[in-house]
């Protein structure tokens, strides 16, 4: 089981000092207060934590039990918060989540996504050494039960392309991860939410919170970007937008 040690690092780094304003100016582009954001992959909330202080109702969704009860008691008596302890992916139902006890981040739910890290560079002290069944739902489900978020963020470890393939209408504005061990996960990604109706995208690298490109991008430039890449950027997110003003650079 993850450990409270992981838990205390990843709580130090992701509410650094000065990381929530940083954080709240970035969002301000995406949410305003009364709007909706979904939380997928909300890890130790701290994006959930900055959409409430922007004044956005959240559903927070997480499926490591001991991140779970974390976000209780960081959330539990927010009325603004609604917390959803599962997976999110293609179908409704039950998938394997594997665990990296000393390392909650990278915990996932794809099985190609591990074998990936498998000797990559900057990846060799990864080992994921427990696993649960755990109940899986979809991001149609969510909107069903919820309502049509404003923003949507999915950063669920090399299972973004899957939780996208249950996506059948399109949020206003929405990000998901992408790592340069996987960028196929990437370009599936890219061309769900250009078959969506998607016409703009930009990027930030690692937790930079500041776009990569001054002006948007379209789904095709967007994915020849990320396969020039190098390896040692290592990761990022893409975000997406049916409005190209939202996504102008930098933040």
Known sequence: MTTARAIGRSLRIYYAPGRAAALDAFHRRFLAAGELAFDVGAHVGDRTASFRRLGARVVAVEPQPRLAR??????GRDAGVVRV???VGAAAGEAELRLNTANP??????????AAASGAPGWEDQRW??????PMTTLD?????HG???FVKIDVEGFEAAALAALNAAP??????????QRDVALACLERLAALGYPAFNACLGESMVFAHAVPLDA??????????PAAANSGDVYAALERRRLHGPA
């Open 70 to 75: 974390l976000l209780r008691l960081l959330f």
């Open 85 to 87: 302890a599962a997976l």
């Open 105 to 114: 981040t990278v915990a996932t739910a794809s099985a190609g996504f591990i």
């Open 129 to 134: 050494d427990a696993a649960l069944r755990l």
């Open 141 to 145: 489900a969510l909107i069903a039960a």
């Open 148 to 150: 049509m978020p404003d």
């Open 172 to 181: 206003r504005t929405l990000s998901f991860e992408f790592t340069t061990i």
């Open 220 to 229: 095709a430039a967007m994915a020849r970007w990320i396969a020039a890449l």
